[in-house]
């Protein structure tokens, strides 16, 4: 007999539920109080010049603008210390490579807030595709009332720097969880949970409509449904010229979703199983299978990317052309089309590399493939992606065309670089790309990078795997134990850790300096910096679907295990120590910290756990949390929350237990993970009489945890300072 839902388990005693209620007066008098207590621990003087410093970085005007052409425009939003909302902002090419580009300023989001006593947060802008030799100038702006996931969607004219008034047709969608396609100048796909439209029980769209200009969105016509216990509804038009399409998604859960085709008024469903992602780029589709896929007696590999002509593959075909096979050490991240060109990013052993594959030279390999020819754009241990800068560019005004792309480079220690680059097939006919790139804009530097030294290593994990990792540390890093190190991670969600590098963690972690202990002649203390170290456990996407779906489920104790390897091989090599050993995650690697704390304390000196889930009985209907039950299962099904309740920290606690210092915070307008995980762990771990538990919890800022940067450089001292305090000063 297999057991459902409907035969839930027994609901454990949870007397903090009161704390769920997000916005009442009694649980946010709660939060202020654990707030206050937080910021008289850790708001010292010391913390001050770190959070200054902090802000220096992420305020620098010294830092690339990152830009999206459209049309020809190149497109920005920019926050800096004067503008703390930001500006979204455009300029032209030849501006743009200058040392100081002018900019044409759209939006002053911060002008906007104090004109409407709306504390906005700019959450990017949809343009409408112009007509022919028409320039782009109407777009649907997003903007959060609180850093959220739910977004109010309103028309902006770029020409005329300004809204267009809904009380002459102007597009205005109430806030809401959701998102927004144009069909045409005067029609709108929305999906949306506003006006009284349904919602899954993973609080996204059930539906979407078709609204019109002028139009009541509660009042739209129907174009898409999907099931309640599905995840959510997307619909999208694609308006290449020569290839216009409507598709629609049912994202039945993260990794699971039906794709359809509007043909004559009706949906066509693509035929493949649920979890093979598909996309469509002109007359090409594209598939990524999660899983293992035998089709027509032939058997692709999960990870891999596969090809077929787009109305070839609905007419029956399946002949499908292989463009990437993963290997043992080799993954595939994205892709990006340029006008004639595929772009591969992949990883191997964590580290970058390129291919260039053009669909109209097969190659003499096996499956019909494209011929591919490697990038010369990545050295090793450093993340290097590329993308096409305008794909339907035929000749630009700026030179470029639509074989142009960007390339952006980063490492632990090398500032990130914009590069811009061409390709062109070989002149003798030969397969292959010749590709010429130059740079841009570079990043300044913001620590004395080249005092450090990036290694990569390899921990056993219980079961036999080896699990990769970064270490950035001082050169002639003393392995005597007693290094504060910070062991970050992630681990769920197919998501990747690669190296980047970080202004914020290089001055509030590297370049940190204490004395722990004397010198090997006993006569005088060293002054020590921290060591950094980034853990690519099983859960993440580092070696594709295969990595991500070996710890899904009842199997997530083996992303915890590849961790708790890494903190253990940390120790053994002498790098650190349990008392100098600290473990910093948000989100999924919150409930990755959360699980360091109570199923591996004697490991850990101090946890920093961000925006968490902890409380797996009740994350279902917490938020987004149903939406998340393909990657941790169902606990309202006995047998699943027999293995769920294995890593759910807020049920982990026990009496007697010498846990170490921790720090637990989240933001108030979290609407994804929401903060009531995070209070309800406190909130018991203080009551168990737990010493050394601190919580705090930003009033804004949603996911992210703040919606500005003097709120993100608050919440990166905050957790630094604290882990710097509890390894290597003591916290008082």
């Not at 620098?60 to 425009?73: F, H, L, N």
């Not at 902006?156 to 002459?168: G, H, L, T």
């Not at 339907?392 to 005004?397: G, V």
Request: aromatic share 10%.
């Amino acid at each position: 007999m297999t057991t459902t839902a409907a035969d839930s388990a027994p609901e454990p005693v949870d007397e903090n539920v009161w704390l769920e209620e997000i916005y009442g007066e009694e649980q946010l008098a709660w939060v202020k109080e654990q707030n206050s207590r937080t910021e008289d621990l850790l708001e010292d003087a010391d913390y001050a010049g770190l959070e200054g410093s902090i802000l220096e970085v992420l305020d620098s005007t010294d830092r690339i603008a990152m830009v999206g052409k459209r049309g020809d425009w190149y497109y920005n939003f920019w926050k800096d210390r004067h503008n703390p909302k930001g500006l979204w902002r455009r300029t032209t090419w030849e501006s743009y490579c200058t040392d100081s580009p002018e900019w044409d300023v759209l939006l002053d989001v911060d002008e906007l807030a104090a004109a409407e006593g709306q504390e906005w947060v700019f959450h990017g802008a949809t343009f409408l595709r112009p007509g022919a030799g028409e320039p782009y100038r109407l777009a649907l702006l997003a903007l959060s009332p609180d850093g959220g996931d739910a977004n109010r969607y309103r028309e902006f004219d770029v020409e005329s720097r300004s809204f267009v008034d809904p009380a002459r047709g102007g597009f205005d969608l109430p806030t809401a969880k959701g998102n927004v396609s144009w069909l045409d100048a005067d029609t709108l796909l929305v999906a949306s949970t506003a006006d009284g439209l349904p919602k899954t029980a993973s609080s996204y769209a059930r539906t979407a409509v078709t609204l019109k200009r002028g139009a009541e969105l509660a009042g739209a016509p129907l174009l898409f449904e999907v099931p309640e216990h599905h995840m959510m509804a997307v619909v999208a038009h694609d308006s290449t010229p020569g290839f216009e399409r409507t598709f629609a998604v049912d994202y039945i859960d993260f990794f699971n979703r039906r794709n359809l085709v509007l043909r004559d008024g009706e949906w066509v469903q693509i035929d493949v199983p649920t979890d093979v992602n598909v996309s469509a780029h002109r007359e090409w589709l594209l598939f990524r299978p999660q899983q293992d896929w035998a089709i027509d007696g032939t058997t692709y590999p999960a990870g891999s990317l596969l090809a077929c002509g787009f109305e070839d593959y609905l007419a029956g075909a399946r002949e499908l052309a292989v463009l990437f096979a993963p290997d043992a050490r080799t993954s595939l991240q994205s892709w990006s089309w340029t006008r004639n060109f595929l772009l591969l990013n992949l990883l191997k052993d964590v580290s970058s590399e390129i291919r260039v594959l053009d669909p109209s030279r097969p190659s003499d390999g096996p499956g019909g493939a494209w011929a591919a020819t490697l990038l010369d754009a990545c050295p090793p241990l450093h993340d290097v992606n590329a993308y096409a800068v305008d794909d339907e560019d035929a000749e630009a005004s700026d030179g470029g065309a639509g074989d142009d792309f960007w390339l952006v480079a980063t490492g632990f220690t090398t500032p990130t670089t914009l590069m811009r680059g061409t390709l062109e097939r070989t002149s003798d006919g030969t397969p292959g790309v010749v590709s010429r790139h130059a740079v841009v804009k570079a990043s300044p530097s913001f620590f004395a990078d080249a005092d450090y030294e990036v290694q990569q290593h390899f921990a056993v994990s219980e079961d036999g795997t080896r699990v990769p990792y970064f270490q950035v540390a001082p050169r002639n890093l003393a392995l005597d134990g007693q290094n504060p190190t910070q062991l970050s991670g992630y681990g769920g969600f197919e998501v990747s850790r690669t190296p980047a590098y970080s202004g914020t963690v290089g001055r509030a972690w590297l370049e940190r300096r204490t004395s722990l202990s004397a010198g090997a002649d006993g006569d005088a203390p060293h002054s020590r910096g921290g060591v950094y170290v980034v853990a690519n456990i099983r859960g993440g996407g580092e070696y594709g679907p295969a990595w991500h779906r070996a710890a899904l489920q009842e199997n997530r104790h083996k992303a915890y295990q590849d961790f708790t390897a890494v903190a253990r091989d940390l120790i053994s090599r002498g790098v650190t120590s349990r008392e100098r050993l600290g473990c910093v995650g948000g989100s999924n690697g919150g409930l990755l910290v959360g699980n360091m704390l109570t199923r591996y304390p004697e490991l850990f000196g101090a946890v920093s756990c961000g925006v968490p889930l902890l409380d797996m009985r009740r994350y279902t209907r917490l938020s987004a949390g149903h939406s998340w039950i393909a990657e941790y299962g169902d606990p309202d099904v006995p047998e699943q929350w027999e293995y769920i309740r294995t890593f759910s920290p807020y049920h982990l606690l026990k009496d007697g237990v010498e846990y170490p210092e921790t720090f637990i915070w989240t933001a108030t307008s979290d609407d994804r993970v929401g903060p009531v995980q995070a209070r309800k762990m406190a909130a018991r771990m203080l009551a168990m009489g737990i010493p050394n538990v601190w919580f705090h919890e930003a009033l804004e800022g949603g996911h992210a945890g703040a919606s500005d940067n003097r709120q993100a450089a608050a919440l990166q001292a905050r957790s630094q300072h604290f882990l710097w305090k509890a390894l290597a000063g003591g916290l008082a």
